[in-house]
C-alpha cells in the first residue's frame, strides 16, 4: 500500500478483495496503470529484474522517492460525485457488515484524503485529527537509554556522524534538567518495573504540558502508566530497530491519552521523516501483536512434521 514504486504483469489483479465492498476494488495490470496504480508493466519473467533495478535506482535517487500514485488526481470525480459514491459505500458497507468497524474506517480514511489531500487521509484518526487540535511545538527533548556509542561500534554510524549528533546532545544523570523539556521518550529496556519507577519520577520532574513517552514495544502502556497521575500525557512511541532507518513508528494510545498529545506525536513523526500509525493499547500492539501468533503457528507447524522451507 505505501511502497515507492510497483511494478505489475499484465494479468495481475490489484486492490483489497478482503473488503468485497467495491470501494477498493481489485483491478488488472492494465487498468492499474492507467489509473496510477502502478508505476510499470513487464512480463512475468522481467518481474523481479525489474523491480530489483527500480529498487536500486530509487535507493541512488535515479528515480523520485515518493509515491507517485499518493498524488493521482485526475482520474477523481468532483467533489460531489466523489462524496456521493463514499455515501453509496457506507451504506453498502453497513448492509454487508454491520458490526464491523474497519470497513467505515477505510471508507473515512478515502474521504479525508480526497477532500483535503493524500498526506491527510495517511493520519485521519477519528476522534482525534477531526477536532480541529493544532500540534504543539516541541522544542526541547529528553530521551532516557539512548546509546550511540554503541552504534559506533558496531560500524552502523560514522565517528563524523556521532560527533555531530554529540554536538547536539547535553547528557545529565539525573532529573534536574528535566523541568523545562517538551517531551521524554524512554527507551530502556523491557522491565514492567523499571518502567513504572521512571514515569513516577518523571512526572515530579517534568512541567505540566511535557508529553511522556516509552518506546515499549510489548509492554501494555497501561501498566507502565498506571502508578502515575499523568495518564493523559503518556503515549507509547515504538521506533522499530534500527530506529535511524526503519520508518514505522507506532503510536500507541490507551483510553485515557490525550488526543492533543496524538496530534502533536503525529506531527513530530512527520517531523523526523518517519510514518506514523495511531494503534490501540494491546500486547505486542500491531506489528508485534501480528508476528508473534505468525511465528507460534510456524513453529506448531514444525513441530508436527511439516517441512521448515515450505512453512517459511
Keep these: 500500500m505505501c511502497c515507492h514504486a510497483r511494478i505489475s504483469t499484465p494479468n495481475a489483479q490489484l486492490g483489497l478483495p478482503e473488503l468485497h465492498l467495491g470501494i477498493i476494488p481489485g483491478f488488472g495490470g492494465e487498468e ?18 525489474t523491480a530489483r533495478k527500480w529498487a536500486l535506482d530509487i535507493w541512488e535517487h ?24 463514499l455515501k453509496l459505500a457506507r451504506a453498502q458497507a453497513l448492509r454487508i457488515a454491520p458490526n464491523l468497524y474497519h470497513p467505515l474506517a477505510y471508507i473515512d480514511v478515502s474521504e479525508e484524503g480526497i477532500v483535503f489531500g493524500p498526506r491527510a487521509g495517511l493520519i485521519k484518526v477519528t476522534g ?20 550511540l556509542q554503541s552504534r559506533v561500534n558496531k560500524g ?70 498506571e502508578k502515575t497521575k499523568s495518564q493523559d500525557r503518556i503515549i507509547g512511541a515504538h521506533f522499530f530497530s534500527p530506529a535511524h532507518v ?33 494503534v490501540r493499547n494491546c500486547t505486542g500492539f500491531a506489528v508485534n501483536g501480528m508476528f508473534f501468533p505468525c511465528t507460534q503457528a510456524a513453529l506448531l507447524l514444525v513441530e508436527h512434521g511439516a517441512d521448515l522451507n515450505n512453512t517459511e
Design 156 to 225: 552502523k554510524l560514522s565517528r563524523e556522524k556521532f560527533e555531530k549528533a554529540l554536538s547536539l546532545l547535553k547528557g545529565t544523570l539525573d532529573y534536574e534538567s528535566f523541568r523545562d523539556v517538551d517531551m521524554v521518550i524512554e527507551a530502556v529496556t523491557e522491565d514492567l518495573s523499571l518502567k513504572q519507577h521512571i514515569f513516577m519520577t518523571l512526572e515530579k520532574y517534568c512541567p505540566p504540558h511535557c508529553i511522556l513517552a516509552s518506546n515499549t514495544s510489548t509492554i501494555k502502556l497501561n501498566l507502565i502508566a
Design 32 to 49: 492499474a496503470l492507467d489509473l496510477g496504480l502502478v508505476d510499470a508493466i513487464v512480463s512475468p519473467n522481467q518481474l523481479l529484474d
Design 246 to 278: 526503519m520508518p514505522l513508528l507506532e503510536i500507541v494510545r490507551t483510553q485515557r491519552t490525550s488526543p492533543q498529545v496524538i496530534v502533536d506525536f503525529l506531527d513530530i513523526g512527520k517531523k523526523i521523516k518517519k510514518t506514523p500509525v495511531v
Design 128 to 147: 482525534v485529527t477531526d477536532l480541529g487540535l493544532v500540534p504543539r511545538h516541541v522544542k526541547k527533548v529528553a530521551i532516557l537509554g539512548a546509546n
Design 62 to 85: 535515479k528515480r523520485p522517492w515518493n509515491i507517485a500514485s499518493l498524488h493521482r488526481i485526475d482520474k477523481i470525480e468532483s467533489l460531489d460525485e466523489a462524496k456521493e459514491i
